[in-house]
């Protein structure tokens, strides 16, 4: 059995693991990253031109499922991905960490894209940590607004006016995350909902400092796809898969 995870992210890895040598894995990174955390099992480094390309990679290498386990605001890969199954005619699973969900004391502006958190940050204060990662920092570009931009790589034009860049990968931690709030005197924390437990101590930080937190909503899962929101429940579909394809005479 062959499968491929379209990964990138933290699942994608411990999926590759959970299921490496049991089946014959193959993990697409984007190649976004300067410096990706390889995963377990073989490993392809760059785009499939679009759905086609993609189905026909999926022909022509005898692949026989495929989970997407890229990041929740990957939405073209994703779309890609369904188009590109549907028409190999392989099974297609999301794996998708589950979203923040606000708690008690949280002051949270829920808004639909990075053009709408731009224009949201309007009367939050002069400081902004911006935690969207180095794409899209274009709708930010004429905002009046100090920012602290945080990305794994430096970001490219066009960003902020006013900004300072701090390169750094996650997991963070509560402490750190309560300190930079404090040393950058920072007034509004802009973040997308990835989920996950690794960027999420800014999101305590920010409860316990009383900053408002302006969050970008995740796209869905494209329609019809089935979704695993555990690497352990994606890999436990997969080796059924497996068992229910040996049984078959």
Known sequence: ????????????????????????????????????????????????????????????????????????????????????AATAHVPLLALRRPGWVPEEGDDWRDVGSLAEAAAALDGLGDRVFLTTGRMGLAAFADRPEWFLVRSVDAPEAPVPGRAEVLLD???????????LLRRHRIDVLVTKDSGGAATAPKLTAAREAGIPVVVVRRPPVPEGVPVATTPEEAAARVLRQKSQEAQIP
Request: no cysteine; charged share 20%; glycine share 14%.
């Open 1 to 84: 059995m062959h499968v491929l995870i379209l990964g990138g992210t933290t699942e994608a890895r411990a999926l590759a693991g959970l299921l490496h040598p049991r089946v014959r894995v193959t993990s697409s990174l984007a190649g976004r990253v300067a410096r990706p955390r390889l995963p377990e099992g073989e490993v392809r480094i760059g785009g499939f031109g679009g759905a086609d390309g993609l189905a026909a990679w999926i022909g022509e290498h005898a692949v026989d499922a495929v989970i997407d386990a890229t990041h929740p605001f990957a939405e073209r890969i994703s779309f890609n991905a369904a188009l590109a």
């Open 169 to 179: 990968r996650g997991p963070f931690t509560l402490e750190g995350e309560r300190e």
